[in-house]
């Protein structure tokens, strides 16, 4: 997954980095409420790890731009200093899916956050087949199109996954990049247009099968569910 982690601490910001980096995600870090929401603006993302206190603006402001500019789907947790039921109380009252009280060990909050994304169904992976329409991903590693298999490759199928995982929300090239081919942004963006070219042929994705895929010009794509 994608996470951004927004802490005044450089150490914090660290210590969760390589708690998420070891399990396998891509981790932005941010000091500045600002700075965060300037990203947002332009990248997609799975999870935001926020702290109230900040040298900008608060972590209450920067979850109500969240939750008021991001798809819904997009999950928020405090990781904070902050104690008093009320202060956990308007932290939930304001979208957040999780609050976690500072100090926290690493392997707790690793735990935390898998529980978190497990919740939620954002992981870029099945254990058992989930099916969008007439598709099925299987747990095994095959995709079915009412009920005949698809010749997708690995990486076709990571990324038609995650494009289903995010129905209807705009993901953006260097998201994508990451997340399947856990590529540095500067790579060359040309092989996800490439492949998405080619998933729109094998998975016949056009409004007779239910989905499309929409071009987001200079920022990425849209699957979209047609008639929804």
Not at 89 to 115: H, T
Not at 181 to 188: A, I, L, N, Y
Request: hydrophobic share 40%; charged share 20%.
């Amino acid at each position: 997954m994608r996470v951004c982690i927004l802490d005044s601490d450089i150490q914090i910001l660290d210590m969760i980095s390589r708690v998420l980096e070891g399990a396998g995600h891509v981790c932005h870090q941010f000091t500045e409420g600002r700075m965060l929401i300037k990203h947002l603006q332009r990248q997609s993302l799975d999870l935001v790890i926020l702290e109230w206190n900040l040298p900008d603006i608060s972590g209450g402001e920067v979850l109500s731009w969240v939750r008021k500019h991001l798809p819904p789907g997009v999950l928020v947790m405090f990781l904070t200093n902050r104690r008093r039921d009320t202060d956990i109380v308007s932290i939930f009252n304001g979208g957040a899916d999780d609050c976690v009280a500072k100090p926290v060990s690493p392997s707790v909050l690793a735990a935390r956050i898998e529980s978190l994304l497990r919740r939620k169904h954002t992981t870029a992976s099945v254990a058992d087949s989930v099916s969008y329409g007439p598709y099925t991903f299987h747990g095994g590693g095959t995709v079915t199109m009412n009920d005949n298999v698809l010749p997708l490759t690995r990486k076709e199928r990571d990324l038609a996954l995650m494009l289903f995982q995010h129905v209807n929300q705009p993901v953006s090239r260097d998201h994508l990049l990451e997340v399947v081919w856990k590529s540095d942004v500067r790579f060359e963006s040309r092989t996800v247009d490439t492949h998405i070219s080619v998933l729109r042929k094998k998975m016949q994705l056009h409004p007779g099968t239910g989905f499309r895929i929409t071009t987001i010009y200079g920022y990425g794509y849209r699957l979209e569910a047609v008639g929804t």
